[in-house]
């Protein structure tokens, strides 16, 4: 496995613990970093570079939907996968987070099944795009 660089973008503190426990249980080499609104997760992008990055929809300040769609713009971050996240399960939240450009949807409290199906996909998808 190779070392991920993760940003976990969340206003709450024991989600981003929930969200980094998940992940440390399932890889082995993580280094991860945190951000609590959009504005510090745009600074964040800015200086860093990410594997993948999940994303807080309901967040103070910009929410998520512009925080992604204003990531999208980044060249770097074109194909980055972003997992957006949010105790809403709205179809229609699902559909704001895709037109943002979001990669993928999980709504919380984090399912460890369903996670781990989600995190399956992405690393599958960052091993093939890495692989072009």
Request: proline share 5%.
């Amino acid at each position: 496995r190779q070392n991920y660089k993760v940003l976990i973008v969340d206003d709450s503190a024991p989600m981003q613990i929930a969200l980094a426990n998940e992940l440390e249980g399932q890889f082995s080499d993580l280094d991860i970093d945190f951000a609590d609104n959009g504005m510090s997760a745009l600074e964040k992008v800015a200086e860093h570079r990410y594997d993948f990055i999940f994303l807080d929809i309901m967040m103070p300040g910009i929410d998520g939907f512009e925080t992604c769609t204003q990531m999208r713009q980044i060249a770097e971050l074109k194909k980055t996968p972003i997992i957006m996240l949010s105790s809403k399960t709205s179809p229609l939240d699902e559909v704001k987070g895709i037109m943002a450009g979001s990669s993928t949807y999980l709504t919380k409290p984090i399912n460890p099944e369903e996670f781990q199906k989600v995190m399956a996909r992405i690393t599958q998808w960052i091993s093939d795009f890495s692989t072009d």
